[in-house]
């Protein structure tokens, strides 16, 4: 069986599941998440544990097996507990405002970029660290990697947006010529 397969997910009290043959519902303090079920994939709950299984020892089944099961227990601890990204914006002149449903950027570029967020994500600016927050974790991290990707940090100087305690390779520049 696949190591992440086999592991039971544990469901925190005020947290429930619904399973559907077609999909899987997770509802908590923090909102409702929903999944569609894979085929040849099988999702059990028993009391306060959610079981993954599968219907055959196939390559395909196997595949699928830890996938279901690590999207279902991101989906339990989205719910119950949420997930955040950190983003730090490094450069001089570069700043961040809030704006309306979403983020003005001012990036050493010749307009500002307005950036909205999907539904579900919220954003927390505390100087020049940019908190995104929400239940889904795919969902946070691919407006962070989007936000990121507006000005990506460049390796002589360090300027641009990154995730915090991400660690930028510096190049050294220009050398000169020897003489």
């Given at each position: 069986m696949s190591r992440?397969?086999?592991?039971?997910?544990?469901?925190?009290?005020?947290v429930s599941v619904?399973?559907?043959?077609?999909?899987?519902?997770?509802?908590?303090?923090?909102?409702?998440?929903?999944?569609f079920m894979f085929p040849g994939i099988d999702v059990a709950q028993n009391?306060?544990?959610?079981?993954?299984?599968?219907q055959s020892e196939e390559d395909v089944y196997k595949a699928k097996h830890g996938l279901m099961r690590?999207?279902?227990?991101?989906?339990?601890?989205?719910?119950?507990?949420?997930?955040?990204k950190q983003l730090e914006?490094?450069?001089?002149?570069?700043?961040?405002?809030?704006?309306g449903d979403g983020l003005k950027f001012s990036?050493?570029?010749s307009h500002d970029i307005n950036f909205k967020f999907p539904a579900g994500i919220t954003a927390l600016i505390e100087g020049n660290i940019v908190t995104i927050s929400g239940i889904s974790k795919q969902q946070v991290g691919q407006v962070a990697a989007e936000i990121r990707a507006l000005r990506k940090p460049?390796?002589?100087k360090g300027k641009g947006i990154?995730?915090?305690?991400?660690?930028i390779i510096r190049k050294s520049g220009k050398s000169g010529k020897e003489k």
């Open positions: 992440i397969g086999k592991q039971p997910v544990k469901i925190p009290s005020g619904t399973i559907d043959p077609e999909n899987v519902t997770v509802s908590g303090t923090k909102g409702t998440l929903k999944q009391e306060d544990m959610i079981v993954v299984s599968r690590s999207l279902i227990s991101n989906m339990v601890t989205g719910v119950s507990k949420g997930y955040t914006i490094n450069g001089v002149g570069f700043k961040v405002a809030q704006s990036l050493g570029y460049e390796p002589y990154k995730y915090v305690g991400e660690r």
